[in-house]
Each structure stands twice: as structure tokens, then as C-alpha cells.
């Protein structure tokens, strides 16, 4: 479900509701198969098809099971901000969760992901891996999230800004530029890999 947003409401702007953001949706066989036509020849009624899937408040924890049934692709639940909720995803069998709160746009005042990372991290307890979402800008944000238990992060918006601003060239840039501050961030804290990156490294010495 999508949270209170003040600025969609201010400017209503969906662009799903347009059909636009939805290539996942509408070159997918089977989503296609549940149609009378396919979705350029009716883009109103594809238009309704998704919003009746995308927000399925019915589906619970015993779901993953029939969605393994369903493919051989690896299965990540993103959203995982408690711990009861990641040794739940361990105990359904998901094959890695990401600790994100949607980039504080779902519940206003919920706690920071990266607040949220350590106890989700010893609750998880090495079964799967732990991927970390929102607030991802500059490379010392990644040291951060791996040094805190983090098996890796997601870069999220970044690509789309330098989408937006060159194209293919702006992908590459943003993530040429965010290697680069992550390998200067660990060489002047004194890192030389990421697998000395913990907790440790983010308390005061003194």
C-alpha cells in the first residue's frame, strides 16, 4: 500500500495510473493472458488488472510458500525494519531480505533503516543475506550499512537521477563517482576491503 504522501495528494501524479512504469506488468505472458486484449490495444482496462494485483492486502507470510512454487527465481522481501519480522522470512524461506523503510515515505516517523539494520542483522543470524535500502547517496553511506552487517546495498534514486540527466553516460557516472568516494571513505579510515568493515569502525576510539 502506498503511505500519506502530501505532494502526491498536492499534485495528483500516478504515473501507473497512465500506464506509464508498468513495462514489468504489461510484457509479462501471464499478466497479458488475464486480458481481452493486450494492453496497447486497451491500456484502461491493463491499467485496472495491475491495480487490482499491486495492492493485495489479503496475501500473508504462508503466501511465500506458493510464490516458491511458482518460480526458481530468488525470492527478496523488501521493507524489513523488526526483528521478528526477519526471523519470519528466514522461517518462510526467503532467500534474502532488505532492511528499508521506502526512503521514509510510508509511515512518516518510522524508524531510520539504518537504526533499524543491526538488530534485523543478529536476528537473521547469517541464514540469509541482508540486503540495505533507503538513504544510500556517497560511499561512506554504504561503508555504514556493511560495517553494521549489510552483506550489500542498493543504490536505488542514483540511477535514476543520472538517467534522467544523461541517459546511459549519467548511469555509469553515478556509479563510477560512488565507487570512487566508497574506495576513498575506507582508504581514509584505513580499510583496504570491505571484510574489515564493523561495527567497531563507527565508535568514537577515544
Request: aromatic share 8%; charged share 15%.
Amino acid at each position: 500500500m502506498l503511505g500519506w504522501r502530501e505532494r502526491d495528494l498536492q499534485h495528483p501524479y500516478l504515473p501507473f495510473l497512465l500506464g506509464q512504469g508498468l513495462a514489468n506488468y504489461f510484457t509479462d505472458p501471464v499478466f497479458c493472458s488475464r486480458l481481452p486484449q493486450p494492453p496497447l490495444a486497451d491500456p484502461a482496462s491493463a491499467i485496472r488488472l495491475w491495480a487490482s494485483l499491486f495492492s493485495n492486502t489479503a496475501l500473508t507470510w504462508s503466501d511465500l510458500a506458493w510464490l516458491r512454487e511458482q518460480t526458481r527465481l530468488p525470492i527478496l522481501l523488501k521493507g524489513i525494519l523488526h526483528p521478528d519480522d526477519a526471523r519470519h522470512a528466514v522461517h518462510h524461506g526467503a532467500d534474502a531480505i532488505i532492511v528499508s523503510n521506502h526512503g521514509g515515505r510510508q509511515v512518516d516517523g518510522a524508524i531510520a533503516a539504518l537504526d533499524a539494520l543491526p538488530d534485523v542483522v543478529a536476528a537473521v543470524q547469517n541464514k540469509i543475506p541482508i540486503l540495505f535500502d533507503s538513504g544510500i547517496r556517497y560511499g561512506s553511506d554504504a561503508v555504514k550499512a556493511i560495517a553494521l552487517g549489510a552483506n550489500a546495498v542498493l543504490l536505488g534514486r542514483l540511477y535514476i537521477w543520472g538517467l534522467a540527466i544523461a541517459g546511459e553516460q549519467g548511469v555509469k557516472d553515478v556509479v563510477q563517482n560512488f565507487l570512487a568516494d566508497l574506495d576513498l571513505t575506507m582508504a581514509l579510515s584505513g580499510h583496504r576491503s570491505i571484510k574489515e568493515l564493523t561495527p567497531s569502525i563507527l565508535t568514537d576510539a577515544s
